[in-house]
């Protein structure tokens, strides 16, 4: 495997040749393409349907996160990070609210915990549901996106009844979480549970064994772990290349170390080893929500937090495992109420810079399929 | 004047194709009934697709238009009429304005042919398939021209991975279909349960669908399992040639956009459209001419004898009447509230009108003109049925891995199913050629 760190830079001014006569030809895919997955811009130099390179184009979707945290406190703050990975809001929350709370020391109380990884497994479930149903649509199958939509519906009713919002959540606060879980939480839990387990076979009843599916993803975009860990890639595509990396067991965060879970590890590091990595997580997410759910402790759900939130001067980086991989906050303090910078770890961001390398020598439909394998949100990518 | 319906009334008892008996007039009324009918089937078929795969994907599909959205195609088609006609600026200006044309023009210039019953076809061609191949690979050359003529990238990879297709796929089509004409001549022995025709074969589609009714069996069923793969072969290669999910690559919407007719829209984009589902049914009626026996009632070998034909001559009026029933059940299912008191109306009216025509269908002398007309539409509307269902089910093939499926197995597997049929055919003569050499 080629050290990404030699790969030329793409000369994409100057086609070989001209446009009739070569084989060479470069086309723009987006900002507006219906499976760049929001506003991705690709630069693609094919060789007939051959994919010699590409260069992404990025910042359509930049509303300059990191530069508004400047001009708000943390806690005006909190519901922006909603809006980066906007299909995986609560986790970015999840995110923030520990990365603050390490700069305060303190810790939100156990139940606050339980119930806070409750619902970031379910945004990682619901995460992964619309991941599956656009790779799958991407890759031409499009039933499979209607399938996850209806289930993913269930999700987000939870949600809706636990904080009114369905999409960008805002459901936990700094020291622990605003609203208690509502009446007949823990029962609707465990009903999704119960309902989503025989949906998951469903899914891989349509894609896992199907011919096509198969032929496909195997041996499409196939990173190593090795290239991986070079260029920072995390998450299922890390993990689908062999290496076991998850920062929920690497560096347990929330209350992670409470519960009992496997971390699903691919082979290949292929467009199916990640399909199928993916596949487990929903799996194991389920086994730590079953667990949560049984253990969730009487007590208070909010830490002695003050009302203005001055954190000493300082600086802080924390890191939560998001249904895309490693999401890493970067706080430095002033001592102000406000913070001096904030830097997002986005994993979109990171992942994609492995396109390229796992494109070449591709075809063009493979970069689709690719670009879905990879899972970004564009809003996370651009921030 | 009077001569005029002499030549009109010269027709009627003739066991001839207007076509083949040379009577313009009826030709003519044939063109029109055939062009009206599938224009219908078009309409018909657009709704069907949108109402099918909603419901295999867990939605409702068009409701908002008439009841169920009965009255979206026809939105629709008002709206891509209405649309504003664009030509890009950079286009070629005249193949740009031709190609859909092109298109549209081999699309329905194959139904000429095409044998709704022994006589209920525009004319009757001793080289009829070859003219249906022949006719409808030309629509390839409107793809690649309007690709070409777009002048824009994703057009021009759309249409060049199109008309690879169509032509890799149609070598695999031909082999199939030349499987299938050679049973048209050979005899079979008893073993397989066929009775021997005359000995030579044909290529007029009205022939051959009499040739299953001598030889009491449908193709699909001729030296098992032989005409079985002749036909999946010609049913994976007909997905293909009619640039179909899931080898509908030329047209893939998640990598090409919208493939050759990217630049296409309003009723320049309408004439694709009409194109690509006529050339469904076209290969449809190719694949129930040639396997399924054309307009033959199911089993007329099996379920041989005058009680079987009465029976079979009810499923006509029985259909429509199933289907009227269907509609009144959805009536009786609308939402009781003023507002929905037109739609309801509406589709009572519709399920009246279905009724009606299951009535009147199952009066003996009309039922007795349309059987063949329905049993060919019926199974012409199961391979409609089969192309939603790939649809709905399958993930798209890549580019490579589609030629590698065209040339390493249908290729290759026709042409050896190609010998068999021609030897298992001819194992007669083989036989007695074995023995005088032995025996010599």
């Known amino acids: 495997m080629t050290d990404p760190r030699t790969l030329s830079p793409l000369d994409l001014d100057t086609p070989d040749k001209t446009y009739l006569d070569a084989n060479e030809l470069v086309i723009n895919m987006g900002p507006q393409h219906p499976a760049t997955h929001g506003v991705l811009r690709v630069i693609l130099r094919l060789d007939g349907e051959k994919v010699l390179g590409l260069e992404c184009v990025i910042g359509y979707l930049h509303r300059g996160v990191e530069k508004i945290a400047e001009n708000r406190t943390y806690t005006m703050f909190n519901p922006y990070v909603d809006r980066m990975d906007y299909v995986a809001a609560v986790s970015n929350g999840l995110g923030y609210c520990e990365a603050v709370e390490k700069l305060l020391s303190v810790e939100a109380p156990p139940r606050a915990q339980y119930i806070r990884v409750i619902l970031t497994e379910l945004n990682r479930i619901a995460s992964h549901q619309l991941w599956l149903g656009t790779h799958a649509l991407d890759i031409g199958a499009i039933t499979p996106l209607f399938y996850t939509f209806r289930d993913r519906e269930e999700i987000l009713k939870i949600f809706e009844k636990y904080c009114g919002a369905r999409l960008t959540t805002h459901a936990f606060r700094i020291g622990g979480l605003q609203y208690e879980a509502y009446d007949g939480f823990e029962k609707d839990v465990r009903n999704f549970v119960k ?6 076979d469903e899914y891989e009843e349509l894609l896992t064994t199907n011919r096509i599916w198969l032929e496909r993803t195997k041996g499409v975009g196939v990173i190593s772990g090795k290239d991986c860990i070079a260029l920072g890639v995390t998450g299922p595509v890390l993990r689908a290349s062999g290496v076991k990396w998850d920062l929920r067991k690497a560096q347990p965060y929330a209350n992670y170390k409470n519960f009992d879970f496997e971390i699903p590890v691919g082979l290949n590091g292929d467009t199916y080893d990640r399909y199928i990595v993916r596949m487990q997580e929903f799996r194991q997410s389920l086994r730590i929500i079953e667990q949560a759910v049984e253990g969730i402790p009487e007590g208070p759900i909010m830490a002695k937090v003050p009302k203005v939130m001055k954190p000493p001067v300082g600086e802080i980086y924390h890191s939560i495992e998001a249904p895309k991989g490693e999401l890493g906050y970067f706080i430095v303090s002033d001592g102000s109420t406000q913070p001096y910078r904030v830097r997002v770890r986005p994993p979109s961001f990171v992942n994609l810079q492995a396109l390229d390398l796992m494109c070449r020598n591709q075809l063009v439909a493979d970069v689709i399929a690719v670009i879905g394998t990879l899972d970004i949100v564009l809003g996370e990518v651009d921030r | 004047m009077h001569d005029l319906i002499n030549y009109i009334t010269s027709y009627f008892g003739s066991n001839l194709t207007p076509g083949a008996a040379g009577n313009f007039f009826w030709a003519t009324v044939y063109i029109l009934l055939v062009f009206v009918g599938l224009s219908i089937a078009v309409i018909a078929m657009n709704w069907l697709e949108r109402k099918i795969l909603a ?4 939605r409702l599909g068009p409701m908002r238009v008439g009841p169920h959205g009965l009255l979206q195609p026809i939105a629709d088609a008002i709206k891509l009429l209405l649309k504003e006609d664009i030509i ?9 304005w031709i190609a ?7 699309a329905f210039t194959v139904f000429v042919v095409v044998p709704f019953g022994p006589t209920s076809a525009i004319t009757d061609m001793n080289i009829g398939i070859l003219f249906m191949l022949g006719v409808s690979s030309l629509s390839v050359l409107g793809i690649v021209t309007a690709g070409w003529a777009s002048n824009s990238h994703y057009p021009l990879i759309g249409a060049l991975r199109s008309s690879a297709q169509m032509v890799s796929y149609e070598v ?18 008893g073993f397989y349960g066929v009775a021997a025709s005359g000995d030579t074969g044909t290529l007029s589609m009205i022939e051959i669908v009499n040739a299953q009714m001598e030889q009491q069996t449908w193709f699909i069923f001729k030296f098992f399992p032989l005409g079985l793969i002749a036909f999946t072969i010609f049913a994976i290669a007909m997905v293909a040639e009619t640039n179909r999910a899931p080898f509908d690559l030329p047209e893939a919407e998640s ?12 009723f320049r984009w309408s004439l694709f459209f ?15 001419t040639l396997w399924l026996g054309g307009w033959l009632r199911p089993f007329p070998n099996a379920l041989a004898g005058r009680t079987w034909d009465v029976i079979f001559s009810f499923f006509p009026g029985l259909t429509f009447l199933a289907l009227g029933a269907i509609t009144f059940y959805n009536v009786a299912r609308m939402p009781r509230h003023p507002l929905f008191r037109i739609q309801t109306m509406g589709l009572a009216g519709f399920g009246a009108v279905l009724g009606l025509i299951g009535v009147v269908l199952l009066i003996p002398e009309i039922s007795s003109h349309v059987q063949n007309v329905f049993w060919f539409s019926a199974k012409v509307a199961a391979f ?7 649809r709905g089910t399958f993930p798209r093939y890549r580019f490579d891995q589609l030629m590698k499926v065209g040339w390493k197995v249908l290729l290759p597997t026709g042409l050896v199913l190609l010998i068999l049929t021609a030897g298992v055919g001819m194992r007669d003569e083989i036989w007695d050629l074995l023995q005088r050499v032995t025996h010599s």
């Open chain 1, 195 to 200: 309902f989503v387990r025989p949906k998951i």
């Open chain 2, 255 to 266: 990598e090409l956009t919208a493939g050759f007719h990217t630049e296409y829209s309003g």
């Open chain 2, 100 to 106: 859909p044309f092109i298109v549209v023009l081999a």
């Open chain 2, 274 to 288: 009409l194109a690509e589902y006529s050339a469904m049914i076209a290969v449809s009626s190719i694949a129930v």
């Open chain 2, 88 to 96: 890009p600026a950079e286009a070629d200006q005249l193949v740009f």
């Open chain 2, 55 to 58: 419901h295999m994907q867990v």
């Open chain 2, 384 to 390: 409609m049925y089969l192309y939603i269902w790939y």
């Open chain 2, 172 to 189: 695999a089509m031909g082999l199939a279909v030349v499987s299938a004409i050679l049973m048209t001549s050979l005899h079979g022995l």
